[in-house]
């Protein structure tokens, strides 16, 4: 696949995908979905259905033979006087920006889940918990372990097999039924097992980083 085809294809996919998430964020005010686990359920689903948008129309290929390919290379080459880099078209640029927009995007994702991994190394962990915990335990039927973290702006919920719930230092702070209502939901995460669909959400938004529907559909997810 030439630069010149992928960076169509590209062009065409990202149509696409504007179409169908464009349609799927006005589709609940249409179809009157208002509760938080049909719109959470529509919008993941909206945002698979573009990402295997591909599989249902294939990509551009060459058709061109070898031979005639061949041919046209050395006649464009030739007018072209044979200037160094000239093979950088616009295609190619359209490219090099979209590698390079990728590769930032997945940079700064791995540098939060390294932020987030040293906030857990340096976290202290509840041996015993507070009455307010166990309550949100023992109402939500799921468990974790449970750090506190001096550095940590507000709680947050990672892990998959072993999860862990990161609370600041300010929670001890609040009023046990707040306490409760904080773990609670943090605890709501680990039992639908949002870390694993929230990476893959993150690792779509990198792909799709110029993509400002897809953003927005994600950020409503």
Known sequence: MSAGEAAGNLLAYSLQVAALAGAGLLAPAVLRLRTPRALHAFYQAVLVACLALPLVQPWLVETIPAASRTAFRVVATTEAGALPGAWWSASGWVLAVYGAGLAGRLAWL????????????????????????????ERTGTTARFFVSRESGGPATCGLFRPVVLLPGMFFELRPELQ?????????????????????????????????LVWRLIGRI
């Open 180 to 212: 409760e209502a904080v773990v609670r939901h943090e605890l709501l995460h680990v039992a639908r097992r949002d870390w694993a669909t929230t990476l893959c959400e993150e690792a779509i938004g990198a792909l799709f980083w110029f993509h400002p």
């Open 110 to 137: 791995a540098l939060g889940l390294c932020r987030l991994r040293t906030l857990r190394r340096e976290a202290v962990e509840l041996i015993w918990l507070p009455r307010a915990i166990e309550t949100a335990c």
